[in-house]
């Protein structure tokens, strides 16, 4: 997988690409991060590369032909690409797009500064606009991080352990269960006993039941996505049964 990131401020990737789990993918050749900066292919003796937005208003845009020039500097590979253009107005990135982005061999990432890129890039060279969320950052250039972090997680041999995915939060709509490691007694509290039990089964069992419990109380819309077993089907039901006994405890107190 090849990703190449449009940018006024290249450097910010830096520790993206040179630090952990992305670090070592790079360096092992399982993804490609490749960074263009926009500033080179700059307009005038002042390599601008924003103006006045037309109709008036605050802020600066960015112009169209420095970016048009720097998508047209980066090399295809075989396989299908898109360019993605990060925006607040975009459609909320989320790991089952993350999933999708995976069967592509290249992404563009084009990050946007100020009030954002002149509207003929988006209709010109833009196949996919993505948001992170809905609220405003400076720059698109945290928001390509995150998608290049999230997708490339997803590549095969980019994570040591194929299962670590699988049992991650959002990989089944699912919250992942509670996490423990030593010391067993900390500050007066206490690992749960079954994990310490060594029989696997019930420990499979406790981490689905709390898998559940954590998505039931904090993120119930999941569970409408989530394909669910018999066996998951009647947890929920008990889980709820408990959640209504202690809210009627609660509302009697
Ligand atoms: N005026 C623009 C608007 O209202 O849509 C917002 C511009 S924002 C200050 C500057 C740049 O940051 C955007 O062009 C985009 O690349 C990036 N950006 C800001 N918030 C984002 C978000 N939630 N998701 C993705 N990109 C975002």
């Known amino acids: 997988m090849r990703f190449d990131i449009l940018s006024i401020f290249p450097e910010m990737f830096?520790?993206?690409?040179?630090?952990?789990?992305?670090?070592?993918?790079v360096k092992g050749g399982q993804i490609e991060i490749h960074v263009v900066n926009i500033r080179d292919f700059g307009e005038g003796r002042h390599l601008m590369t924003d103006d006045k937005p037309f109709g008036g208003g605050d802020g600066m845009v960015m112009?169209?032909?420095?970016?048009?020039?720097?998508?047209?500097?980066?090399?295809?590979?075989?396989?299908?690409r898109k360019?993605?253009?990060?925006?607040?107005?975009?459609?909320?990135?989320?790991?089952?797009?993350?999933r999708s982005l995976t069967k592509l061999k290249q992404i563009v990432l084009v990050c946007g500064r100020y009030e954002g890129v002149d509207e003929r890039v988006r209709s010109t060279y833009v196949d996919m606009e993505l948001s992170i969320g809905d609220y405003i950052l400076s720059g698109g250039e945290l928001p390509a991080m995150i998608i290049v972090e999230v997708v490339s997680r997803l590549v095969p041999g980019v994570l040591g352990g194929a299962?670590?995915?699988?049992?991650?939060?959002?990989?089944?709509?699912?919250?992942?269960?509670?996490?423990?490691?030593?010391?067993?007694?900390?500050?007066?509290?206490?690992?749960?006993?079954?994990?310490?039990s060594g029989d696997h089964g019930r420990i499979r069992l406790w981490r689905r039941t709390q898998s559940l419990k954590r998505t039931l109380e904090r993120r119930p819309d999941l569970l409408e996505k989530?394909?669910?077993?018999?066996m998951d089907n009647s947890i929920l039901?008990?889980?709820?049964?408990?959640?209504?006994?202690?809210?009627?405890?609660?509302?009697?107190?």
């Not at 360019?83 to 993350?98: E, K, R």
């Open 14 to 25: 830096a520790p993206l690409i040179n630090y952990g789990i992305i670090g070592r993918a």
């Open 63 to 80: 112009k169209p032909e420095p970016i048009f020039r720097a998508l047209e500097s980066i090399p295809r590979v075989k396989g299908e």
């Open 83 to 98: 360019v993605i253009l990060l925006t607040p107005q975009g459609q909320l990135f989320n790991q089952a797009i993350a």
């Open 163 to 196: 299962r670590s995915n699988l049992e991650e939060s959002f990989e089944d709509y699912l919250l992942e269960y509670p996490q423990y490691t030593r010391p067993r007694v900390f500050q007066g509290e206490e690992v749960p006993s079954v994990l310490l």
């Open 226 to 230: 989530t394909r669910l077993s018999e």
């Open 237 to 253: 039901k008990e889980l709820k049964q408990e959640q209504g006994r202690s809210s009627g405890l609660s509302n009697q107190g």
